[in-house]
Nanobody
Framework: QVQLVESGGGLVQPGGSLRLSCAASGSIFSIYGWYRQAPGKQRELVAAITKSGSTNYADSVKDRFTISRDHAKSTVYLQMNSLKPEDTAVYYC???????????WGQGTQVTVSS
């Protein structure tokens, strides 16, 4: 059974940093990603990393956020620097199963950027 456990959200001042973690278990995954959804807005892709290490970022977070993966722990991280109020959202971990391409979602973690 696939399980995703997210952690690392919270309240931070503008310009600050946070690191989100998502530990995935129960299968082999080909793609790990982070999405976010702000109130009244659609869920959007923030960053993704493939099994081979290729990464993709939303234009709004390039040069500020970094996605990485620990293969041994099957954990994906999102290092968020220079945070802005517009980064405030619920952040969701997403993984795509290697064999079936089925996608799974984490429970979401709140990130609030405010002074």
């Amino acid at each position: 059974q696939v399980q995703l456990v997210e952690s690392g959200g919270g309240l931070v001042q503008p310009g600050g940093s946070l690191r989100l973690s998502c530990a995935a278990s129960g299968s082999i995954f080909s793609i790990y990603g982070w999405y976010r959804q702000a109130p009244g807005k659609q869920r959007e892709l923030v960053a993704a990393i493939t099994k081979s290490g290729s990464t993709n970022y939303a234009d709004s977070v390039k040069d500020r956020f970094t996605i990485s993966r620990d293969h041994a722990k099957s954990t994906v991280y999102l290092q968020m620097n220079s945070l802005k109020p517009e980064d405030t959202a619920v952040y969701y971990c997403n993984v795509r199963e290697y064999l079936t391409s089925y996608e799974y979602w984490g429970q979401g973690t709140q990130v609030t950027v405010s002074s």
